[in-house]
């Protein structure tokens, strides 16, 4: 008899990788510092011994590049590790507050303890750091964790599965592979967090789900992130870093530039520059983007045709391709594509692309740059290149974004000692170094008295009482 993903049948091995996980997450609360370190080195180990392996599954679930796989995947990996495993004793330790008069005779202090069970969801972008990196600041807290890989990456998602089978007793960390129906039972759980990674629509979903057991969320999605170049950029640069922006993992990237903003004054030599990187970068010899060993493909038939879809709304709708425009379904390919003429009754313009296409738009005055950007949902990240300082600060002060970098493009992502994550539409909840440790760390005050009372403060409210109170209210 077929099983459903709602019968007792299907849903038994969750439920009881989820209930031996719970029985453990005490034991795991009170993991030392090098117990933690020891689990985490586990993971480097693994990692330093198969690395050919992680870069041939990527390579055949989406042929990205082995450099991509290096840069992309595996430096942020190991300097979140490497910062995790220097800093952890650190973070374990109490941290002391200062004490205001109103508390005279109490000492305070924060303790991290880890959440408990937690859920892992990762997407199929940047498959293997996105469910590992989570990971190592899961563990780092001190919690048990199950990991969903995604069905669109096959090939990674059985690496993890196999890696952590062989890393973890399933009672610490387990996988579970498959389609939709495998996190929708695994949502259906009391986890006490979800680490989710993935679009905005789903992210909905995933906090609904989780609002159902006041399960707290970190959500990193993703939108529509603007990269603005004003007319004192660098335009070499800002051309070289753009084109690497967008086209790296082949557009498949949540903090991509998702459409540009170009100075009126400075459009065409810019584009001229864009054009000649692309040529430096997938065409050195002459040789069709498409042959290139240097350029990833989309990561499947549904997906190609989406962004497909996007591009032939935008002409439709009075768009031009300046440059590119070439596809082959066979082969997931789309070629890095610039599209100009844009506006925003395109679909183009409205959604978030996720592929190697480039909506470019000309502004006058920084107000009207600003207003293409405020007229959006508050994008993850935020690119400007210019090389004057008011008019960095001015756009800063008067936008709001999940992160924001000046005269590059992506960075802040492997920057351990910043802050990654969204706002509002494009996520919830921070990750990187200390920040991921706090999200899966309950940050739990405590108080005692050392000397002293508050028992002259006790009813009977009495006259003497009150001014005493009125006196403390006053005056602390």
């Not at 989820?18 to 510092?33: E, G, H, I, S, V």
Request: charged content about 20%; some cysteine; proline content about 6%.
């Amino acid at each position: 008899m077929l099983t459903t993903p709602t019968s007792t049948d299907y849903l038994e091995p969750f439920t009881a990788a989820f209930d031996a996980q719970r029985r453990n997450a005490p034991r795991m609360a009170l993991t030392t510092a090098a117990e933690r370190i020891e689990r985490i080195r586990r993971i480097q180990r693994w990692v330093v011994a198969h690395e050919t392996d992680i870069k041939q599954a990527m390579y055949a679930d989406f042929r990205k590049p082995s450099a991509e796989v290096m840069l992309g995947e595996l430096m942020a990996l190991n300097a979140e590790i490497r910062h995790t495993v220097s800093n952890l004793k650190r973070w374990m330790k109490p941290q002391r507050v200062p004490t205001p008069l109103s508390m005279i005779g109490t000492t305070s202090r924060i303790h991290h303890e880890p959440k408990g069970n937690v859920l892992i969801i990762a997407p199929w972008n940047y498959p293997f750091v996105l469910s590992m990196r989570p990971l190592v600041s899961a563990l780092a807290a001190g919690n048990v964790v199950i990991i969903k890989p995604s069905e669109l990456t096959p090939h990674t998602a059985a690496l993890i599965s196999g890696m952590i089978a062989e890393l973890f007793p399933p009672d610490e960390v387990t996988v579970f592979e498959g389609d939709a129906a495998v996190s929708t039972a695994l949502l259906d759980l009391p986890f006490n967090h979800i680490f989710f990674t993935g679009s905005p629509a789903v992210g909905r979903i995933v906090m609904t789900a989780a609002a159902k057991h006041l399960a707290s969320v970190t959500l990193e999605l993703g939108g529509k992130s603007p990269a603005i170049v004003d007319e004192s950029a660098d335009l070499q640069q800002a051309a070289g870093q753009l084109v690497w922006g967008k086209c790296l993992n082949n557009g498949q990237t949540c903090i991509a530039p998702d459409y540009l903003l170009v100075h009126a004054s400075v459009k065409v030599p810019l584009m001229d520059a864009m054009k000649k990187t692309l040529d430096r970068m997938y065409s050195p010899d002459g040789q069709p983007v498409a042959a290139s060993d240097s350029y990833a493909r989309i990561v499947n038939r549904s997906h190609f045709r989406r962004i497909k879809n996007l591009i032939e709304d935008a002409l439709t709708k009075g768009a031009t391709i300046t440059l590119g425009g070439q596809t082959n379904e066979a082969d997931n390919f789309i070629e890095p594509t610039f599209l100009e003429n844009v506006t925003d009754d395109m679909r183009i313009m409205q959604d978030e692309i996720f592929g190697p296409v480039l909506p470019v738009l000309t502004y006058r005055t920084l107000d009207d740059a600003l207003r293409i950007v405020n007229q959006r949902e508050k994008p993850l990240a935020l690119y400007i290149h210019s090389r004057n300082r008011q008019h960095t600060q001015y756009i800063i002060d008067r936008t709001s974004a999940g992160d924001t970098v000046v005269n590059d493009v992506l960075l802040h992502f492997g920057h351990v000692e910043l802050p990654f994550g969204g706002v509002n539409n494009s996520g919830l909840g921070k990750s990187n170094g200390f920040f991921s440790f706090q999200e899966f760390s309950n940050q739990r005050g405590i108080l005692k008295r050392q000397f002293g009372t508050l028992k002259f403060l006790y009813p009977p409210y009495t006259d003497r009482v009150k001014n005493a109170i009125d006196f403390l209210v006053r005056h602390f």
